[in-house]
């Protein structure tokens, strides 16, 4: 004779066991299933109302999980069920420079990667981790909460970027391609942008020319390599007085202007790594009585929106953010497939305005 008011082994557990208390740090699935004296997977497929599990059980598995404010992690399951579509896009953060998120350049990448992304169906989280701790970038695949990550910028730490890339994890990086690089890379040809900038102002009679940029940086080294080639091309003479360190922060190459006429250095033309320190150099100029271009002609680097309507408009190295975003995207798309993505130079040209 069957008693029909027998119930299963794991439907006779109480809520809690007698004698033991939720652990005191952060609820995994298996404290839970321990407290309830079933299985990992019972629980699992309980929070997910799966129909191999009895109402009752779901009911007070819930109720468990409630009281000892758990909350299951939708972004890891997600990933587990192939159902994540959100990738990670990282701006590290320079505590020393303190480059704004609100760069021109920075804004116009975030806009092309977001519509690549948006084209091909997944979502953009964005956030700012410490340049000093690339590693961190990691958190967000690890945690589930996204497929792969898109950082911009390599900043100092080549290495770190490598150590995640040893670790399978999907990584795109807006940056040089350097020696030993383990994870895949796209950006702008810049020993060709730097070469292409330079070797027009030297053409047009300009002889000391001042390069504003940090060379510690992959990218800017590149564009530094161009313009020593520039000058290596005409049989030209470098200043190694010239070459001003100038972080990617408007304010800096504002400094730069003033200590060059303050130390009575004499320039002709200034090479800006970016168009928002070249523009920032030509308010300086004209602060301190210079003209642009007459006593002092002035190029930038990135081509971005505001380059055409400074006054006087900007001389810039373009490089392609609309193709920048997606190539990006493409690529991270390819290692979340499991597919090679290789180093990705994208061509650069000349655009030859007022202020050069």
């Not at 290495?159 to 890379?185: F, I, S």
């Not at 020993?191 to 002889?207: I, M, Q, Y």
Request: aromatic share 6%; hydrophobic share 45%.
């Amino acid at each position: 004779m069957v008693n029909k008011n027998t119930e299963s082994p794991e439907q006779k557990q109480p809520l809690v066991k007698p004698g033991i208390k939720p652990p005191p740090s952060k609820v995994q699935m298996d404290d839970i299933a321990r407290l309830a004296g079933v299985s990992v997977s019972t629980v699992s497929r309980a929070l997910s109302h799966s129909p191999l599990v009895s109402a009752k059980t779901q009911v007070r598995i819930a109720e468990l999980a409630a009281s000892l404010k758990y909350s299951v992690n939708v972004g890891a399951q997600n990933l587990r069920r192939g159902q994540n579509r959100t990738v990670a896009v990282v701006i590290p953060y320079d505590s020393s420079s303190r480059q704004h998120v609100s760069d021109p350049f920075f804004i116009g990448m975030l806009g092309s990667i977001a519509d690549a992304l948006t084209l091909q169906g997944y979502d953009m989280l964005l956030s700012r981790i410490d340049a000093e701790r690339l590693d961190l970038a990691a958190q967000y695949c690890d945690s589930g909460r996204a497929v792969g990550v898109i950082v911009i910028g390599q900043w100092r730490h080549h290495d770190q970027l490598n150590e995640l890339a040893a670790r399978h994890l999907p990584l795109v990086v807006w940056g040089a391609e350097l020696p030993k690089q383990m994870y895949c890379t796209v950006g702008s040809d810049n020993v060709e942008g730097g070469s292409l900038a330079t070797g027009h102002l030297l053409k047009t009679g300009r002889r000391r020319i001042a390069f504003f940029g940090d060379t510690q940086m992959p990218e800017v080294a590149q564009r530094f390599e161009g313009y020593e080639r520039a000058h290596a091309a005409l049989g030209l003479p470098m200043s190694e007085e010239l070459n001003v360190v100038v972080p990617f922060v408007a304010e800096a190459a504002r400094e730069a202007v003033k200590s060059l006429v303050a130390k009575k250095i004499a320039f002709d033309a200034i090479f800006a790594c970016s168009d928002l320190l070249a523009i920032t150099a030509i308010g300086a100029l004209r602060d301190v009585g210079l003209s642009v271009p007459n006593d002092i002609a002035v190029i930038g680097y990135d081509d971005v929106d505001m380059a055409s309507y400074c006054h006087p408009a900007l001389t810039t190295i373009h490089q392609s953010i609309e193709v920048a975003g997606r190539a990006l995207v493409d690529a991270l798309l390819a290692i979340q497939r499991g597919d090679e993505a290789l180093p990705n130079h994208l061509p650069t040209r000349l655009v030859i305005r007022a202020s050069a």
